[in-house]
Each structure stands twice: as structure tokens, then as C-alpha cells.
């Protein structure tokens, strides 16, 4: 079945550190990969996706390139804000899957002033 | 526009009580979800209605019933609530864009306690 590893959390970084957060998945066919982001006391809001190998996404600043050969989708930003505190999901949709989303478990970003 | 909306916000039930969450999402999607949100956990699908009048089990819908009352509301009932069903669920509906795929938009989520 398809399935999301994130690295295990919390981070905690000061402002203006480069930020990496690893997603790797296992899943049949050809999956799209998405990164969700959770502020505090908010529902997931759609952060960046990809939907086919070597593609890159990219938005606010964040990016994440599909790597199939080595089945990951990590996410980086060059310099995070005290603004991007908050929760960071990885997840996947398989092809014919009626769009059903399988989650990683999430993981806290704090970013310190 | 209001996207997704969920009620309520917040919920305390004692074991056995039932409740009914209400979710509607007035973006013309024929899509829409239920999932629960644990710590450590991620969140996991409980039911999801591929478009009006369909419903089909997600990954944990075990003392859950949803109904797709028409394409704007999908609600989730709990029958006979209990503590291991202390979470946060979260409704949320899709927008499918061809070669692009899809775009799943998340309601505000609904914070229930069962004592």
C-alpha cells in the first residue's frame, strides 16, 4: 500500500537558516506528491505539489523537487521567517486512487527570532 | 467564497452521546472528505464521497457514519461516541484540474472531546 515516512520533528531553527524537511514515500504507479502546511489553529492549507517526476514545486519561498529514482519529495527554503511557524505534512495521491490523499505524520517547525 | 466551512468548532461529549458534524464547501466540488487528525499520526481518512448520492470507507471508519446529504454537505455522525474518538477532524472537498491533478481544500476543523 502507499505510504509517507517524514523525519522525526520537532525542529527548531533560528530566522534566516536554510531549512530541509526529508519525505520519502512507497507507492504503485505513478503518484503525485504534495507538501501541506498547518498554522496554529487552522486546517491544512495546499503548500506546493508536483505531479510527475523532476518536477519541481515551489511557492512562498519553499521548494521541493520529485525524485523518483530515490522516492522523495523534500522540502527546502533558504530562509525561513518566525512566520513559517507551523506544521509541514508530505503527502501522496496514487493514480485511480479517487484522489485520496495518504499523509506523513507531520512534523512542528519553529523558527526562533 | 467561503471555501469549506465545519460546525461546530468545538465539541465535548460524555461516552455513548452521539453527535452529528456538519461540513459544506460552496466551490461546486464533487469530491468530499472526512479525516481525523491524532498527535503523531498524520491525518487519516474515514470516509469520502466521490461525488452526490456515493460514499465509501477510508482507512478508520469504524464507529462513523457519513451521509452525503446533497453536492454542498457531507456529515460525519458519531453513534455512540467514545474516548478513542478524541481528535480533530478535519472536512474537506476537491478540485480536480485535469493534467495538473487535483487540489484538496481543507475546512477549519471541528476540536471533540469525549470524556
Known sequence: GNSVTQMEGPVTLSEEAFLTINCTYTATGYPSLFWYVQYPGEGLQLLLKATKADDKGSNKGFEATYRKETTSFHLEKGSVQVSDSAVYFCALSSTGANSKLTFGKGITLSVRP | ?115
Open chain 2, 1 to 115: 467564497n467561503a471555501g469549506v466551512t465545519q460546525t461546530p468548532k468545538f465539541q465535548v461529549l460524555k461516552t455513548g452521546q452521539s453527535m452529528t458534524l456538519q461540513c459544506a464547501q460552496d466551490m461546486n466540488h464533487n469530491s468530499m472528505y472526512w479525516y481525523r487528525q491524532d498527535p503523531g499520526m498524520g491525518l487519516r481518512l474515514i470516509y469520502y464521497s466521490a461525488s452526490e448520492g456515493t460514499t465509501d470507507k477510508g482507512e478508520v471508519p469504524n464507529g462513523y457514519n457519513v451521509s452525503r446529504l446533497n453536492k454542498r454537505e457531507f456529515s460525519l455522525r458519531l453513534e455512540s461516541a467514545a474516548p478513542s474518538q478524541t481528535s480533530v477532524y478535519f472536512c474537506a472537498s476537491i478540485k480536480l484540474q485535469g493534467a495538473l491533478g487535483f487540489t484538496q481544500y481543507f475546512g477549519p476543523g471541528t476540536r471533540l472531546t469525549v470524556l
